[in-house]
T-cell receptor, first 114, second 115 residues
Framework: DAKTTQPNSMESNEEEPVHLPCNHS???????IHWYRQLPSQGPEYVIH?????VNNRMASLAIAEDRKSSTLILHRATLRDAAVYYC????WGYGGATNKLIFGTGTLLAVQP | SAVISQKPSRDICQRGTSLTIQCQVD?????MFWYRQQPGQSLTLIAT?????????ESGFVIDKFPISRPNLTFSTLTVSNMSPEDSSIYLC????????????FGPGTRLLVL
């Protein structure tokens, strides 16, 4: 699986937008970009994923660079509940069990200040 | 979505003993995964446990240490055998829904402390 690089930590203020960057310079054409987050004392939860086009859902937006070598997770208005570790993961699309596994990197610890 | 429960939620065990962790899903799923999260670390995949086939272990994990059962489409167990303090971790199971394979759902984890 291709690797991703994320900053170890970031800080944000409540009610402000947050841009979480991820570099994946060795991404292949069949890799989807997935984001998960892990709230304190919980299992990870899915946030968003995309292939080439920018994506929006109720939780966040995902902006993907034109060359796909980087992406940014955007939280439009951070809340205290968004404090978590955010993982950017490349996942090769397929229906076999081996290609559905997620390989977690170290992630970005997001702190949200009131 | 999928709702996953794990038992026990936490345990304290003596070295040399074994602990079996249960993972129950509220829907039938083919693909299930077991992860370990050591203190302050990210998640590491232990094995893929698809129903109807033998579990596939990642590098560094062996069946003798982490035997897995997958008797049906809603249930799996992971056993941590002959435990040592280095096995103190959070163990999580996760699933992929057959009809929505792009998302993985995680259980709450089992916190294990080995003395």
């Amino acid at each position: 699986d291709a690797k991703t690089t994320q900053p170890n930590s970031m800080e944000s203020n409540e009610e402000e937008p947050v841009h979480l960057p991820c570099n994946h310079s060795t991404i292949s054409g069949t890799d989807y970009i997935h984001w998960y987050r892990q709230l304190p004392s919980q299992g990870p939860e899915y946030v968003i994923h995309g292939l080439t086009s920018n994506v929006n859902n109720r939780m966040a937006s995902l902006a993907i660079a034109e060359d796909r070598k980087s992406s940014t997770l955007i939280l439009h208005r951070a809340t205290l509940r968004d404090a978590a570790v955010y993982y950017c993961i490349l996942r090769d699309w397929g229906y076999g069990g081996a290609t559905n596994k997620l390989i977690f990197g170290t992630g970005t610890l997001l702190a949200v200040q009131p | 979505s999928a709702v996953i429960s794990q038992k026990p939620s936490r345990d304290i065990c003596q070295r040399g003993t074994s602990l079996t962790i249960q993972c129950q899903v509220d829907s039938q799923v083919t693909m299930m995964f077991w992860y370990r999260q050591q203190p302050g670390q990210s998640l590491t995949l232990i094995a893929t446990a698809n129903q109807g086939s033998e579990a596939t272990y990642e590098s560094g994990f062996v069946i003798d240490k982490f035997p897995i059962s997958r008797p049906n489409l809603t249930f799996s167990t992971l056993t941590v055998s002959n435990m040592s303090p280095e096995d103190s971790s959070i163990y999580l199971c996760s699933v992929v829904l057959d009809y929505s394979p792009e998302t993985q759902y995680f259980g709450p984890g089992t916190r294990l402390l080995v003395l």
